[in-house]
Nanobody, 123 residues
Framework: QVYLAESGGGLVQAGGSLRLSCTHS????????MGWFRQLAGKEREVVTA????????YYVDSVKGRFTIIRDNVKNTVFLQMNSLKPEDTAIYYC????????????????WGQGTQVTVSA
């Protein structure tokens, strides 16, 4: 059974930075695509970013391009989301996810989910 443990959420002022971490256990992380979704209040969950199993391919939703960076460390079975120049509209619950294919993230249907971590950006 795959388990995803997230950390790093919190409260930050607009323009600030946060780094989220997600550790993958219960399977060989290096064989899974991984990424992050978020759910803003009153809206559906959306994919924010994804990275394929070896880090060669990444995807970012337009609203975070140039501000967010996804990195994976397959030795530590961990994926990181570095979020810079945060905006109040980035306030959401952020969910780590992993999947058997990179394309599953683009379809919004990864195979495994973390519990979510709250990110709040104050104006």
């Amino acid at each position: 059974q795959v388990y995803l443990a997230e950390s790093g959420g919190g409260l930050v002022q607009a323009g600030g930075s946060l780094r989220l971490s997600c550790t993958h256990s219960g399977g060989t992380a290096s064989t899974y695509a991984m990424g992050w979704f978020r759910q803003l209040a009153g809206k559906e969950r959306e994919v924010v970013t994804a990275i394929d199993y070896n880090g060669d391919t990444t995807y970012y939703v337009d609203s975070v391009k140039g501000r967010f960076t996804i990195i994976r460390d397959n030795v530590k079975n961990t994926v990181f989301l570095q979020m810079n120049s945060l905006k109040p509209e980035d306030t959401a619950i952020y969910y780590c996810a992993s999947g058997f294919s990179f394309r599953s993230f683009i379809r919004g249907k990864p195979d495994y989910w973390g519990q979510g971590t709250q990110v709040t950006v104050s104006a």
